[in-house]
C-alpha cells in the first residue's frame, strides 16, 4: 500500500465526520497520525529488505563466479601436470634423445611444474587457488547474513500492513481496541525492522541455491 493512497483513506475516513463529538474526532486524528507513522516504518522497511535482496543476490553471482575461476584454476594445474609428466616419460623411453632436444623438454617440464605451483597461491595477483578459495568463502558469508536479514524485513512488512488495515478500520469504527491491536502488530513489526538491520537474533529462513564449494584438500593436483 503507498503512502499516498494511505493518506488519501484517512482523508476520507475523517472528512464525514468533521462534526463528530469532541472525543471522537481527536481519537480519529490520533489514529491518522499513528497509521500516517505505520506507513513510513513500511517504506524504511521494504527499502531494507530490497537492499538485502540485492546483497544476497549479488554476493551469491560473485561467489559462483569464483568457484568456477577456482576450478579453472584446477583444470589447468591437472592439465600442466600431466604434460609434464608425459614430458618426462617420453624423455625417459628416448635414450637417444638429442642433449638439445632433452634440454629443451626439461625447460618445459620445469615451466609447467613451477606454473602449478604459482596457480595454487598468487599473493600478488589475489589470483592463486587458495586466495581464491578465501574470496569465495567471504562473498558466501556475506550471502548468508543478507539471506538471514531478509525474513525479519519480510515479517516486519506483513505485520505493518495489517497494522494500517486495523488503524483505518479504527478510524472508522471508532474503536479503540482494534488500534490497540494494530499498536501491538506495529510494535513487533519495528522490533523485526531493526533486527532486519541489526541482525541480534536469526530467524529461520529458506535455503537459497548455494554453488557446491570445492574441497581444496582434494582438489590439489598429486605431488610428483
Known amino acids: 500500500m503507498e503512502a499516498h493512497e494511505i493518506a488519501e483513506q484517512i482523508h476520507e475516513h475523517v472528512e464525514p465526520h468533521a462534526h463528530a463529538p469532541p472525543t471522537h474526532d481527536w481519537f480519529r486524528r ?5 497509521v500516517g507513522v505505520v506507513a513510513m516504518l513500511l517504506a524504511i522497511s521494504a527499502l531494507g529488505g530490497a ?3 540485492k546483497e544476497m543476490l549479488n554476493a551469491n553471482i560473485h561467489a559462483s563466479d569464483t568457484y568456477a575461476f577456482y576450478q579453472a584454476k ?3 594445474q591437472v592439465l600442466l601436470q600431466t604434460a609434464a609428466e608425459e614430458l618426462e616419460l617420453t624423455a625417459a623411453a628416448s635414450a637417444n634423445l638429442a642433449s638439445e632436444q632433452r634440454g629443451r623438454g626439461d625447460q618445459l617440464v620445469k615451466r609447467y611444474r613451477d606454473t602449478v605451483t604459482r596457480y595454487e597461491s598468487e599473493p600478488a595477483t589475489a589470483e592463486g587457488k587458495k586466495e581464491l578459495m578465501a574470496r569465495a568463502k567471504q562473498w558466501e558469508h556475506t550471502r548468508d547474513h543478507a ?5 525479519n524485513f ?3 512488512e506483513a505485520l505493518f500492513q495489517i497494522a494500517i488495515v486495523l488503524g483505518s478500520v479504527a478510524i472508522v469504527a471508532i474503536s479503540p481496541w482494534l488500534l490497540g491491536l494494530s499498536g501491538v502488530l506495529a510494535a513487533c ?5 531493526i533486527n ?3 541482525l541480534l537474533v ?5 535455503d537459497m541455491a548455494h554453488p557446491a564449494p570445492v574441497q581444496e584438500e582434494t582438489a590439489k593436483p598429486a605431488a610428483h
Open 30 to 34: 490520533i489514529t491518522a497520525i499513528y
Open 51 to 53: 537492499e538485502a535482496t
Open 74 to 76: 584446477y583444470i589447468r
Open 147 to 151: 539471506a538471514k536479514r531478509l525474513p
Open 154 to 156: 519480510e515479517y516486519s
Open 189 to 193: 513489526g519495528l522490533v523485526l525492522m
Open 196 to 198: 532486519g538491520y541489526l
Open 202 to 206: 536469526p530467524l529461520p529462513h529458506g
